[in-house]
């Protein structure tokens, strides 16, 4: 049995899905290893919520996200950081726990990683964005071996020059969510809206295919979404709302398929493992993680990255896509039993190197 501290991300509270991804799979983690009998303590910016997890919430300001960073930009650490908080609280319970996990893309719990004399897991959920960060992360794995996390080896690309990393997939439990093999003939597109997104490509490409469009997600960068909605006002789009996991998996269900068209490298993307759990095929352009998820021909397209006229086509052949065998794909590579077994194996691991220190 493990004691385990996790760190969440600073960028907001759990439950705001400011955080994306990594909010579900710290949730998902923290369940799972609970159920397994290890014990699990959640240290997060004040005002988080997760079902039936209690957390303990830190005050402070939330660090700003580093998406849209360019590559030589500073760390920025503000008066009162909610991040340095969560770290000073961690540094004052450490030797309750066996080990501690990092979930936030940042510089700073990398840099104290030598300062702890617990070891500290890092689950880097993002690829690469500045560089002061990026060295941080070789230096880390260079001194901590495999303490380095990560989820995809597309993600692992992104760090040209890293070594002694671990690949860690990711899992949802995939009991939340309900097959559907009646779909509508509307598409979605789900994620933080947000430039890196490019919800632009899949608005362009719904049109195009005269098909309906719904957005699903956290309005992230308010200007970007009024150019979006200014730029495309005769496009068949409709903005939803941001949901609860058992809401989101209710109203994507019975999309005909989700569109995935991200600027950036996605180092997983959760949104689509849980669209195939629930028969949604998926039409992602293939860079990154998704082209790591979707088999192309079988659970949805991969198109050439950037190419709104692939995904048109995509659209009007998606009735070659069998729902079940989306299901399928998500059931046998994307369980939470999955995710545990791959995580617990990293933790247990780490926790030797620990205890042999
Ligand atoms: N999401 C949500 N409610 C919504 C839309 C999205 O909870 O209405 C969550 C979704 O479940 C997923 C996350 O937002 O876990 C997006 O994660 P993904 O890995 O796809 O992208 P990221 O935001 O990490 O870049």
């Not at 020059?161 to 439990?173: K, Q, S, V």
């Not at 209710?250 to 600027?263: C, G, M, N, Y």
Request: hydrophobic share 40%; aromatic share 10%; with cysteine.
């Amino acid at each position: 049995m493990l004691k385990l501290l996790f760190l969440s991300t600073p960028v907001g509270p759990l439950g705001s899905g400011v955080g994306g991804g990594v909010e579900l799979t710290l949730f998902n983690l923290a369940k799972e290893m609970n159920r397994r009998g290890h014990q699990v303590k959640i240290v997060a910016p004040q005002y988080s919520s997760l079902p039936n997890i209690t957390c303990q919430e830190i005050p402070g300001v939330w660090q700003d996200m580093v998406q849209n960073s360019t590559r030589d930009a500073p760390i920025i650490l503000l008066q009162n950081s909610v991040l340095a908080n969560m770290w000073n609280f961690a540094k004052e319970v450490e030797n309750d726990y066996d080990l501690i996990v990092n979930f936030a893309f940042d510089w700073l719990p990398l840099y104290l990683t030598p300062f702890f004399k617990r070891t500290i897991a890092h689950l880097i959920s993002m690829g690469s964005t500045t560089n002061a960060i990026d060295s941080m992360i070789h230096q880390v794995a260079k001194s901590f071996p495999y303490t380095i996390g990560i989820h995809t080896q597309e993600q692992a690309k992104t760090f040209p020059f890293l070594e002694n990393f671990y690949i860690l997939g990711n899992g949802i439990d995939i009991s939340l969510y309900e097959f559907c093999d009646n779909p509508s003939n509307d598409f979605s597109w789900i994620g933080r809206i947000s430039p890196e997104k490019g919800l632009e490509d899949a608005i362009l490409a719904a049109k195009d295919a005269n098909v309906k469009l719904k957005v699903f997600g956290k309005i992230q960068d308010i200007e970007y979404w009024k150019n979006i909605q200014a730029d495309y006002s005769n496009a068949d789009f409709q903005y939803e709302g941001f949901f609860s996991t058992e809401k989101l998996q209710e109203k994507i269900r019975t999309s005909k398929a989700i569109l995935v068209t991200p600027k950036w490298v996605e180092a997983f993307g959760n949104v689509i493992i849980e669209s195939l759990a629930c028969g949604v095929p998926v039409i992602a352009y293939k860079r990154g993680g998704p082209a790591a998820l979707v088999k192309h021909g079988e659970t949805g397209f991969l198109v050439t990255p950037d190419s709104v006229n692939e995904l048109v086509y995509a659209i009007n052949n998606i009735g070659e896509i069998n729902r079940e065998r989306c299901r399928h794909q998500a059931e046998i590579n994307y369980s939470l039993q999955v995710l545990g077994d791959r995580f617990e194996k990293w933790m247990l691991m780490l926790n030797k190197i620990n205890k042999s220190k």
